[in-house]
């Protein structure tokens, strides 16, 4: 079965200090592990997709990175602005068009 | 284009009550999947279609239907409504291939009494 977890659960900075989130996944024959931002009330946004382990994916502050076994995504010197909600989700090669999503990271940055 | 629809927005059921939630996408899509989301947690996936004629259960199906005629339209019916199905249920839909990136509807908030 495949599995996902996230952590921490929710993540307090302040605006301008740095840090990672972490997205850990069990699965056999990974397709895409993707990373979605969730403002409240609203739909999950996508950020970026990731395929095999090394990638890198940069948008403005945001950085994810992928191994075998975790993926991270890095915030350098988030802004007020970035608070919201970032989800994992991955894909295998077996199933195509279903995703398994963790349960989510709350960031939150003060100003 | 109008991207990921749902409707309706906000629903209140009794329980034992019926309904159906409307998904519809104009990107022709292959894919579409619905989802719930409760307080706290990620998305737990419903029911999924790789195509027309074609749908697959995911994680949570029980007391949920599906059907997919069309591309278009993907609509998730509640057979018998229970407190329980009381969530946020997201509809999204994605190309067939390589950066499959799901587009999502802005999401449904169901309450069932």
């Known amino acids: 079965e495949d599995q996902v977890t996230q952590s921490p659960e929710a993540l307090r900075l302040q605006e301008g200090e740095s840090s990672s989130l972490n997205c850990s996944y069990t699965?056999?024959?990974?397709?895409?592990l993707f990373w979605y931002r969730q403002d409240p009330g609203k739909g999950p946004e996508f950020l970026f997709t990731l395929y095999s382990a090394g990638e890198e994916k940069e948008k403005e502050r945001l950085k994810a990175t992928l191994t075998k076994k975790e993926s991270f995504l890095h915030i350098t010197a988030p802004k007020p602005e970035d608070s919201a909600t970032y989800l994992c989700?991955?894909?295998?090669?077996?199933?195509?068009?279903?995703?398994?999503f963790g349960d989510g990271t709350t960031l939150t940055v003060k100003p | 284009n109008a991207g990921v629809t749902q409707t309706p927005k906000f629903q209140v059921l009794k329980t034992g009550q019926s309904m159906t939630l409307q998904c519809a996408q104009d990107?022709?899509?292959?894919?579409m999947s619905w989802y719930r989301q409760d307080p706290g947690m990620g998305l737990r996936l419903i029911h999924y279609s790789v195509g027309a004629g074609i749908t697959d259960q995911g994680e949570v199906p029980n007391g949920y239907n599906v059907s997919r005629s069309t591309t278009e339209d993907f609509p998730l019916r509640l057979l018998s409504a229970a407190p329980s199905q009381t969530s946020v249920y997201f509809c999204?839909?994605?190309?067939?291939?390589?950066?499959?990136?799901?587009?999502f509807g802005p999401g449904t908030r169901l309450t069932v009494l």
């Open positions: 990107m022709n899509h292959e894919y």
């Open positions: 699965v056999s024959g990974l397709r895409g």
């Open positions: 999204a839909s994605s190309p067939r291939g390589v950066g499959d990136t799901q587009y």
């Open positions: 989700a991955v894909q295998t090669r077996a199933n195509a068009g279903k995703s398994t």
